[in-house]
């Protein structure tokens, strides 16, 4: 289950107990422990909720505590995603690759939170966890009663003998350490869960609302200062000279420090360390990539070429022969540069004392945090400690690296002090690395009613390996994530391709919330929807009958019986459906669209979604329904430009999310027929974007090939 024992042994209490990486009883409390990180999406309510279901445990009967870096809680649920296999592929050979992957991943024990995996990576496991502590501790209290385990039962943190006498768990924990772990436990069948799968209040619901959640951004030390800074706009770029004289003599300011990519100000608040560092003038050294916008778009334009091919992920048939026959189509669609945006901007604590580095903040990956803080200042990984904390969102922001570096130069450089680090909104957004930037051109053919070919090349920068290479752990192997959208369509087409050509030179780059199929996606099912139009075809009967896999085809049903979807419905008023899979979850969508004199006012939206197993329906649709705002509002509103090398967008009102009185009523539902557990955080995101400019199509006929929309067209 673990790649290398268990961390909870380290320094636990006396008399108090562990049983896995994800289980710790001592006489005064029960601990879980939430493997990934909480960032909005409910990590710290579901994963728990898996453990308490077998360990016959309420809610308020136990504490959540977050995983410590450790190759303990490795990914297991990357093992799909890595493996170079359409996701539906369920082949001996397909397997075998995942199984694989599962070995490396167990190997180099990645610890990370991305890609839709919370669910999948942790669904089977947190209930071995539970069902071992469970049955560990029935066998504590059968040698100290004197019982058989069989004649006992558990119930709301308690072992209950046969003559009801109750021993709660708290007070077995020094019996339990003593007898070791019952590894065969048994799952319960899901048919006796009595939370899972039901609808649940996530655990976090009343501090949030009441303002007693703690995230990163709220702690406080004893003898802490507070940090802001201001760093080379130019993305990567170090700092040339700067003048501090203005903020030096500015109320609150403690000291002005110099760090490899800016300055940081040191003061007795976060407010007063904004304002003085606002002030300090700084000469930068210019960007590495073009300075305006025109010529990033220039420079995708160009790299539709041999020397910049990542890979042909997928050909089927004669692609050249089936282009020239009948009706040849061909269009080309873009997507921005976005940013993330989360609630709460960078930020965190440091604290270095005797060479030693201690960081308070939440991120998506523990132990690579680990390293980059480490090689910023030249001490070993072992040498950094890292507390995970709640996070106010991340969009894959926290997968990054912004404040790392950054915060361990100032801790460095004021040690035995621990130090605040707060980025202003706008240095948030100045310092933010980007969703890609791409360009499609895609082609096709129809021949009478059917579509024969199709022939879809992507040109953008590389999201993943970007990441991967400031983590640390750089990759020359094709950017997988461009192709997510893109090659795994499951429809009937005799002559089918997928490329992609990885643009070099650019801004960088880095994971965005489904990464890249929010755009491939937006791309592939605008381009089907043209081609099932010239093919004279209903769009969701055409896709229906052209999808070659059960499980998904189902899902394309459900969204048809949901929406009550019978044809055009005229009268300013149209539907459009795209269909996407990601992170291995098929999801479709419908959205209705009405025209008004002020513009377009989106009405309804239908989502259909296989992900296996439905763990938290509550949450599940709060997923859902947040993901398709998230998705609507950046297809809408969003993107960031660049002047003289930095984005032009800084905040909120410059970057604007979907309003409450654009949104849409939303309709969600669960589908589970697939053989495996799948994540719903991400896929509800690709869908939107071309569903919308689709049913913009059919109310409207005017073709939208390019986000923003409301470059092109007024939204109300």
């Not at 991967?468 to 391709?497: H, M, T």
Request: proline fraction near 7%; glycine fraction near 8%.
């Amino acid at each position: 289950m673990t790649s290398s024992g268990n961390p909870l042994t380290a320094g636990l209490a006396p008399d108090a107990v562990t049983f896995n990486p994800w289980v710790e009883i001592s006489p005064n409390k029960i601990t879980l422990i939430a493997q990934h990180a909480d960032i909005g999406q409910g990590v710290g309510s579901v994963q728990p909720y898996m453990i308490a279901e077998e360990m016959d445990l309420d809610p308020g009967q136990f504490e959540i505590r977050f995983a410590s870096p450790s190759p303990a809680y490795f990914n297991t649920g990357f093992a799909d995603e890595f493996a170079p296999f359409l996701a539906a592929d369920q082949s001996p050979a397909a397997e075998k690759a995942r199984a694989n992957t599962l070995e490396y991943l167990r190997k180099t024990g990645l610890q990370m939170t991305g890609g839709s995996s919370t669910v999948p990576d942790t669904y089977e496991k947190l209930r071995v966890a539970g069902a071992i502590a469970r049955e560990t501790l029935k066998a504590a209290a059968a040698k100290r009663s004197g019982v058989t385990a069989g004649e006992l039962r558990t119930q709301s943190g308690h072992v209950i003998l046969p003559d009801g006498t109750k021993i709660p768990y708290v007070d077995l924990s020094a019996d339990a350490a003593k007898i070791p772990p019952i590894v065969n436990a048994e799952l319960r069948d899901p048919s006796k869960w009595r939370m899972l799968g039901k609808p649940m209040t996530r655990l976090d619901v009343r501090s949030k609302v009441t303002g007693e959640m703690k995230f990163g951004i709220d702690m406080k030390m004893d003898g802490m200062v507070f940090a802001s800074v201001k760093l080379n706009p130019n993305k990567g770029q170090p700092l040339k000279s700067y003048d501090a004289s203005k903020a030096q003599s500015m109320p609150g300011v403690k000291k002005i420090l110099e760090i490899k990519n800016g300055v940081a100000v040191i003061a007795t608040n976060s407010w007063y360390a904004m304002r003085a560092v606002e002030v300090i003038d700084c000469e930068w050294a210019p960007s590495a990539y073009p300075a305006e916008q025109a010529d990033h778009w220039k420079n995708l334009e160009s790299s539709f070429k041999p020397e910049f091919l990542g890979k042909e992920w997928r050909k089927v048939g004669d692609i050249e022969t089936g282009l020239k026959g009948g009706t040849h189509v061909e269009a080309e669609y873009r997507a921005p540069y976005v940013a993330h945006q989360p609630l709460e901007p960078l930020n965190g604590i440091g604290l270095f004392k005797d060479d030693k580095l201690e960081l308070w903040f939440g991120h998506q990956s523990p132990q690579l945090v680990q390293n980059v803080a480490a090689d910023a200042i030249g001490l070993k990984p072992e040498k950094v400690t890292f507390h995970n904390q709640w996070t106010g969102g991340s969009f894959g922001h926290r997968l990054e690296y912004g404040n790392v570096p950054v915060l361990a130069e100032i801790a460095s450089q004021m040690p035995g002090t621990p130090v605040k680090l707060i980025f202003s909104r706008e240095e948030d957004f100045r310092q933010d690395i980007p969703r890609q930037i791409a360009i499609a051109r895609h082609s096709g053919s129809v021949d009478g009613n059917k579509i024969v070919a199709a022939d879809l090349k992507l040109a953008s920068t590389a999201p993943l390996n970007g990441l991967l290479e400031r983590s640390l752990i750089p990759s020359k192997d094709p950017d997988a994530q461009l192709a997510a959208g893109l090659w795994n369509v499951y429809y009937d087409i005799p002559n089918f391709r997928a490329t992609t050509y990885e643009a070099k030179g650019l801004s960088p780059c880095t994971t965005w919330r489904s990464v890249g199929a929010s755009t491939a996606g937006f791309f592939t099912e605008s381009f089907f929807d043209e081609l099932i139009h010239v093919a004279g075809l209903d769009p969701l009967d055409a896709r229906i009958e052209m999808c070659t896999v059960p499980t998904h085809r189902k899902v394309l049903e459900a969204v048809a019986e949901m929406s009550d979807w019978k044809g055009p419905l005229g009268n300013g008023k149209g539907r459009g459906v795209a269909f996407v899979e990601s992170f291995g979850t098929a999801t479709a969508e419908v959205i209705e669209v009405s025209v008004t004199d002020r513009g377009i006012k989106i009405e309804n939206v239908w989502v259909a979604a296989e992900v296996g197993k439905v763990v938290d329906p509550v949450n599940f649709e709060n997923q859902v329904q947040g993901g398709v705002v998230w998705g609507l509002g950046h297809a809408i509103n969003c993107e960031l430009t660049y002047a003289n090398g930095s984005v032009q967008q800084t905040n909120y009102n410059h970057h604007e999310a979907m309003r409450i009185y654009q949104c849409p009523v939303i309709h969600v539902r669960g589908l589970e027929n697939g053989p495996k557990v799948r994540g719903i955080g991400e896929p509800p995101v690709p869908p939107a974007a071309p569903a919308l400019a689709n049913a913009i199509f059919a109310a409207t006929g005017k073709r939208i090939r390019e986000m923003p929309f409301n470059k092109f067209i007024d939204f109300v």
